[in-house]
């Protein structure tokens, strides 16, 4: 999978397999939830809906698996990365989906989360890898339950 400059023109990652390869050659890699890069690109930085304040970057999720995840599946990795904010698209309306960017983080949101600038869109997440996120977490022994707990 090669990058390309036009967000339309972004490949797709097709499963969690593929995903998972794509962070093992590559660290530093973000998913973010929005309408693409197209739009986020003009503005170059997320607003916190709470206060209105402009960040110094988009917020992001990182992709990295973290040493403490040991000898797990780094695809089950992925599949929690997804699935914590798989809720997003309902939450923030049409057009919203998941795509893979690289950057230089900033700061962090008010959720703890990496503010990224210096982005470089990479590839769009298919639809049924978030599905193949969901019957993943579903398949564990202990339901690890949404992470907008109390909500939809």
Not at 53 to 68: F, I, K, Q, T
Not at 71 to 79: G, H, I, N, T
Not at 110 to 132: G, K, S, T
């Amino acid at each position: 999978m090669s990058p390309s400059s036009g967000a339309a023109e972004l490949p797709v990652v097709h499963s969690l397999e593929e995903l998972t390869r794509l962070m093992q050659r590559r660290r530093g890699l973000y998913v973010r939830w929005s309408r693409g890069p197209a739009i986020d690109l003009g503005r170059s930085s997320s607003i916190d809906e709470l206060t209105g304040v402009r960040m110094p970057g988009l917020s992001a999720s990182p992709l990295d698996v973290e040493e403490w995840w040991g000898d797990r599946s780094p695809v089950l990795w992925a599949a929690r990365r997804l699935y914590d904010y798989a809720h997003l698209p309902h939450e923030k309306g049409p057009g919203v989906r998941p795509w893979i960017l690289a950057g230089r983080e900033r700061g962090r949101g008010p959720d703890n989360e990496p503010l990224v600038a210096e982005v470089e869109p990479l590839c769009w997440i298919d639809d049924a890898v978030i599905d193949e996120a969901r019957a993943q977490v579903a398949a564990q022994e202990h339901a690890w339950g949404p992470l907008r707990r109390g909500g939809n």
